[in-house]
């Protein structure tokens, strides 16, 4: 059974309705693709984050967890087309604009890099393995629904995605020293 937003209500409330199964394939064809966009622009993060370390062990760890995330998308890229779904370019090139566009953040400097700077790429690429892993949690809850997906593959990738979440959350506290 799928469940879908419906219309607010006076009050504000939303409603959840049932939706078919032509329905339910579409919304699982936009989630994973609006993934696949955030994998494209993560990706792009990591290996920028990376190029500022680079002999430190913060670079090793990053230049191995931008490996580890290029592998998760081409699964990611693998399961849209073993489901039958559209790969849509647009996204990927969303994604990859997005993450230029996070370039122009607020770091206190205009036009370089500052201290700050690997702080906030480290949480925004904190943000996105979060995500990724409720990616995975969410596909393995949907398997007997889509048989093209295999439980424990999934439950591999959301651990995956946890242990370099937590290499990542390292990397941050350290990059948080900046603010004392």
Not at 29 to 54: E, F, I, K, Q, S
Not at 103 to 125: C, Q, T, V, Y
Not at 155 to 178: K, P
């Amino acid at each position: 059974m799928n469940l879908t937003h419906a219309p607010r209500t006076a009050g504000g409330q939303a409603q959840l309705r049932r939706s078919g199964e032509a329905d339910g394939r579409r919304w699982l064809a936009v989630y994973l693709n609006d993934h696949l966009a955030g994998a494209t622009g993560g990706l792009a993060l990591c290996r920028r984050a990376a190029r500022a370390y680079p002999t430190q062990d913060a670079g090793v760890e990053l230049r191995r967890l931008a490996a580890e995330i290029s592998e998760d998308r081409e699964t990611l890229v693998g399961l849209i087309r073993e489901l039958g779904l559209p790969v849509r370019r647009y996204k990927i090139a969303a994604g990859w604009l997005a993450e230029r566009a996070g370039r122009l953040k607020s770091n206190g400097r205009l036009a370089r890099r500052s201290p700050l700077s690997d702080l906030l790429e480290l949480e925004a690429l904190l943000l996105g393995m979060r995500g990724k892993t409720l990616l995975w949690q969410t596909l393995r809850q949907i398997t007997d629904h889509h048989p093209g997906l295999d439980p424990e593959l999934l439950d591999r990738l959301a651990a995956n995605a946890e242990r370099q979440a937590d290499a990542v959350a390292d990397l941050r506290r350290a990059a948080a020293e900046v603010l004392t």
